[in-house]
């Protein structure tokens, strides 16, 4: 059973960065979509940003392109989120996942993923 570990979460000011680093273990290359998730206090989960193993093709939500990129890398089996300009609305636990999917139709859509980490949290202050 793959394990999903968050890492690289803090608090910053506004304008900062940040890089989040999403561990799979053991490794693993049997998957098609992996995505970055965030939840707030009072607010539902939402999609930040997912990726596509087969083509390397991105997907964003609008409040985020621009500013955040996800990637990976192999030799780690490590997947990245980097954060740029990061606003106060930016605080929430982020989650990364795992979809098996082979193609998803809504790849920001959390319900798309079977696999989750454990979450690590972004504060952003102004």
């Known amino acids: 059973q793959v394990q999903l570990v968050e890492s690289g979460g803090g608090a910053v000011q506004a304008g900062g960065s940040l890089r989040l680093a999403c561990l799979a273990s053991?490794?693993?290359?049997?998957?098609?979509?992996m995505g970055w998730f965030r939840q707030a206090p009072g607010k539902e989960r939402e999609g930040v940003a997912s990726r596509r193993s087969a083509t390397g093709s991105t997907v964003y939500a609008d409040s985020v392109k621009g500013r955040f990129t996800i990637s990976r890398d192999s030799a780690k089996n490590t997947v990245y989120l980097e954060m740029n300009s990061l606003k106060p609305d930016d605080t929430a636990m982020y989650y990364c996942?795992?979809?098996?999917?082979?193609?998803?139709?809504?790849?920001?859509?959390?319900?798309?993923?079977?696999?989750w980490g454990q979450g690590t949290q972004v504060t952003v202050s102004s």
């Open positions: 996942a795992m979809g098996l999917g082979f193609y998803l139709q809504q790849p920001l859509v959390p319900g798309s993923y079977g696999i």
């Open positions: 053991p490794y693993t290359s049997n998957y098609n979509y």
